[in-house]
């Protein structure tokens, strides 16, 4: 079974500075999707970014970008001119590409503080 | 965004109650979901429904019993609760037959079991 660990539970950053939260994953697949959700505290989960593992190019949206690295079964989030606003819950999910059905496994999650 | 609508936003029940927590999709997706989330937990994910058939129940107790009468709504019937079932209950959908497809989520109904 797949796991996803995101090894720091909190984290905090100045603004407009830029953090990367980390977060890594167990599969012995070579086809799937990996996911970075951000939930405020107005509880609603996010999409933040998205990433195709067949794809060697890092995904970006906006500042935010990912660097994964698919031989270390790594997928950061970095954050770039960090907001008040990015303060958040940011989970990473992963989820199969050839199980059908597959679910999503979420890791904990690490909270992120932005100080003004 | 208003593609997952959940209500109550908050429910406050006794462990004799029965209450219902409602999920609608306007998003056209094929697969709904229910997750719970509790604090310093990860998210456990409780039910799937693709094309309105149960395809998943993460061992769930019965107390806890979802319909899914098209693919647009999903129900969560609860019933006898423990205060342990206090948490945040997530809806989400997807499109679920392509894998790519993110979830989409609600807002979460905050459940206090008392």
């Known amino acids: 079974a797949q796991t996803v660990t995101q090894s720091q539970p909190e984290m905090s950053v100045q603004e407009a500075e830029t953090v990367t939260l980390s977060c890594t994953y167990d599969t012995s697949e070579s086809d799937y999707y990996l996911f970075w959700y951000k939930q405020p505290p107005s509880r609603q989960m996010i999409l933040v970014i998205r990433q195709e593992a067949y794809k060697q190019q890092n995904a970006t949206e906006n500042r935010f970008s990912v660097n994964f690295q698919k031989a270390a079964k790594s997928f950061s989030l970095k954050i770039s001119d960090s907001q008040l606003g990015d303060a958040a819950m940011y989970f990473c999910?992963?989820?199969?590409?050839?199980?059908?059905?597959?679910?999503?496994?979420f890791g904990p999650g690490t909270r992120l503080s932005v100080l003004p | 965004e208003t593609g997952v609508t959940q209500t109550p936003r908050h429910l406050v029940m006794g462990m004799t109650n029965k209450k219902s927590l409602k999920c609608e999709q306007h998003l056209g997706h094929n697969a709904m979901y229910w997750y719970k989330q509790s604090a310093k937990k990860p998210l456990e994910l409780m039910f799937v429904?693709?094309?309105?058939?149960?395809?998943e129940n993460n061992s769930v107790p019965s107390r806890f019993s979802p319909e899914c009468p098209n693919s647009s709504h999903l129900f969560l019937h609860l019933h006898t609760l423990q205060p342990e079932d206090s948490a945040l209950y997530l809806c989400a959908s997807s499109q679920g037959n392509r894998a790519n497809s993110p979830l989409h989520f609600g807002n979460g109904t905050r459940l206090t079991v008392t």
């Open positions: 999910a992963y989820r199969s590409a050839m199980n059908y059905g597959q679910n999503f496994v």
């Open positions: 429904y693709n094309f309105k058939e149960q395809t």
